[in-house]
């Protein structure tokens, strides 16, 4: 089992900056893939990025190429989402999540953390 714990979340102005991170404990993330998704109120959950955890690679929703970034830290087993320029449809609450596997944009992962709430105002 892996637990997963969100921090970083806070209120930013529009094109402002902030750093999610998630810790990852119980296991070594060695073929898993991790993945950070939102929920704005009313809303689905929404794949935002991603990251197979042994080989590095990445995934981006297309709304968020080129400003946020995805990576992790093999020695902390912790995953980072560095969001830059940030805009008020960003807002939502941000959930880190794993799965068996690679990245899928789909809910379909098998361990969430409890979510951070990101509010970037205008």
């Known amino acids: 089992q892996v637990q997963l714990v969100e921090s970083g979340g806070g209120l930013v102005q529009a094109g402002g900056s902030l750093r999610l991170s998630c810790a990852a404990s119980?296991?070594?993330?060695?073929?898993?893939?991790m993945g950070w998704f939102r929920q704005a109120p009313g809303k689905e959950r929404e794949f935002v990025a991603g990251?197979?955890?042994?080989?590095?690679?990445?995934y981006y929703v297309d709304t968020v190429k080129g400003r946020f970034t995805i990576s992790r830290d093999i020695a902390k087993n912790t995953v980072y989402l560095q969001m830059n320029s940030l805009k008020p449809e960003d807002t939502a609450v941000y959930y880190c999540?794993?799965?068996?596997?690679?990245?899928?944009?789909?809910?379909?992962?098998?361990?969430w953390g409890q979510g951070t709430q990101v509010t970037v105002s205008s």
């Open positions: 999540a794993a799965r068996r596997g690679t990245v899928v944009v789909s809910a379909a992962y098998d361990y």
């Open positions: 119980g296991r070594t993330l060695s073929g898993y893939a």
């Open positions: 990251i197979n955890w042994s080989y590095g690679g990445t």
